[in-house]
Antibody
């Protein structure tokens, strides 16, 4: 059974960097069969795609966030990570990781940007 | 990049058939396949339909999808109370070079 689990701080101060990791079990990122994505959902709002990464490190980012984000992969630990710089209150959201077109998702983690 | 256009809400009574529309353009729905996701409040989205009209294992055949031109639809027949959720369409967008999501439709079972 494929499982994804997000981890990271639930509270980030404005102007600082949000860092999250998605740990994958039941599948190997190195298999190259899927891309691995981050998406977010502000409270009470819709879904916004952030970006995705392939096993070889190739990345695709949402242009609206591209200047502030970095997604990396750690195939040894079967994880991929998100870093979002210079956060503001507008970055407060539930952050999800998912596989491919969304057949498996993490349960999501709420990140609040507040001083 | 704007979102795909969905009605904000839809409703029906148990047993009814309801449809949810999703409108895009030639950069997304017009040239790529459409997925649909169901999100029960407080939980992660769940893939409901992929490649326009295919159901993942475990999704009841009460759910069906279709696409025509730059629009797509999700149909739910035999509506049940547990279908009450938010539904999102999504399609790859060639200008975004990533998946574009609809704004979501809140389905209420009356």
């Amino acid at each position: 059974q494929v499982q994804l689990q997000e981890s990271g701080p639930g509270l980030v101060k404005p102007s600082q960097t949000l860092s999250l990791t998605c740990t994958v079990s039941g599948d190997s990122i190195s298999s190259g069969s899927y891309y691995w994505s981050w998406i977010r959902q502000p409270p009470g709002k819709g879904l916004e795609w952030i970006g995705f990464i392939y096993y070889n490190g190739s990345t695709y980012y949402n242009p609206s966030l591209k200047s502030r984000i970095n997604i990396s992969v750690d195939t040894a630990n079967n994880q991929f990570s998100l870093r979002l710089n210079s956060v503001t209150a507008a970055d407060t959201a539930i952050y999800y990781c998912f596989r491919g077109e969304g057949d498996y998702w993490g349960q999501g983690t709420l990140v609040t940007v507040s001083s | 990049h704007s979102v795909l256009t969905q009605p904000p809400s839809a409703s029906g009574t148990p047993g009814q058939r309801v449809t949810i529309s999703c409108s895009g353009n030639s950069f997304n729905i017009g040239r790529n396949t459409v997925n649909w996701y169901q999100q029960v409040p407080g939980t992660a989205p769940k893939l409901l339909i992929y490649s326009n009209n295919r159901r993942p294992s475990g999704v009841p055949d009460r759910f069906s999808g279709s696409k025509s031109g730059t629009s797509a639809s999700l149909a739910i027949r035999g509506l049940r109370s547990e279908d009450e959720a938010d539904y999102y369409c999504a399609a790859w967008d060639d200008s975004l070079n990533g998946p574009l999501f609809g704004g979501g439709t809140k389905l209420t079972v009356l």
